[in-house]
């Protein structure tokens, strides 16, 4: 029977296909043991039954042919959590957690109203629950399976300081909390042209179109979600989106447009322009 290692050592048959060819192998390995990355390091000589074995092959196939590691376990980490995917949405990933530093760098008040639009699988707005559980966040999204993905992962981590509903951008915001003023709007909204050819690579193959896609530009729901902002922003408070790398200079125009001041753009790890805020003024 094969060992671990044996099993580990498959991640060449991955390489051509993935620039995380090793930690696919890995994590497709921890879920079919039900075990963590350290007792794979721990236990190399350990071998696996032949149903463990004819499952690991299944998923392993089904990752060959391009599949997102976190569709096949169901599972994504971000931030401090690991969080519920499906199909429905998208996979939660850590250039945005860039999005999660900057807001809990800003100075807002003690017990802020913050609103995260298009949640997904509230990937935003529980990690900044979890941090300070204090804040009371609302999170929506249009697609009724992202809110109860959503909710679902807000259950799991306990997180009594969100409000998850279905919500088109701002329509629903408007209706449920008309009297509510936001200290923070954060957003990943989708931001891919539409003819864009990464739309035909990679995971993104899997993923929901409707997550990615927004108009020729790839502006269209940008320019909704910083054009409405002002309307449902407390005083001085801030609105902190994610958007492709090469549309900085056009959502910092935006900004400016809708009136912010103090509009800053900032890099993420790849040093690549990835989200950019602006405050309301006083």
């Excluded at 807001?103 to 941090?131: C, F, K, M, Y």
């Excluded at 990943?188 to 990679?202: K, M, S, T, V």
């Excluded at 269209?220 to 090469?246: M, N, P, T, Y």
Aim: with cysteine; charged share 20%.
């Amino acid at each position: 029977m094969a060992t671990v290692a044996d099993f580990l050592q498959r991640h060449s048959e991955l390489s051509p296909a993935s620039d995380t060819a090793l930690l696919d192998t890995e994590l497709l390995l921890c879920h079919c043991l039900s075990v963590n990355r350290t007792w794979l390091k721990t236990w190399p000589d350990k071998t696996l039954s032949l149903a463990d074995a004819e499952r690991f092959d299944q998923l392993f196939q089904r990752r060959l042919e391009g599949e997102p590691v976190a569709f096949i376990i169901g599972t994504q980490g971000f931030w401090s959590l690991d969080l519920s995917v499906s199909p429905h949405t998208l996979i939660p990933r850590p250039e945005t957690e860039l999005l999660v530093e900057t807001a809990l760098e800003l100075d807002l008040p003690g017990h802020s109203q913050v609103l995260d639009l298009g949640t997904g699988t509230g990937a935003i707005a529980l990690a900044l629950a979890s941090e300070y559980p204090h804040w009371q966040l609302t999170a929506v999204d249009v697609q009724a399976q992202a809110v109860e993905l959503a909710e679902q992962n807000r259950l799991a981590h306990q997180l009594d300081n969100v409000t998850i509903y279905q919500s088109n951008w701002f329509a629903g915001v408007a209706n449920r909390q008309p009297q509510t003023k936001f200290n923070l709007i954060v957003s990943n909204p989708p931001y891919i042209e539409i003819d864009d050819a990464h739309l035909f690579e990679g995971d993104v193959r899997f993923e929901p179109a409707s997550a990615l896609v927004s108009g020729t530009e790839g502006l269209d729901d940008l320019k909704l979600v910083i054009g409405q902002s002002c309307g449902f922003l407390a005083a001085a408070g801030w609105l902190l989106v994610e958007h492709g790398h090469r549309q900085g200079p056009a959502v910092r125009d935006l900004f400016n447009e809708a009136g912010f001041v103090l509009v800053e753009t900032r890099r993420d790890y790849n040093q690549l322009e990835r989200i950019t805020l602006g405050r309301l003024q006083d």
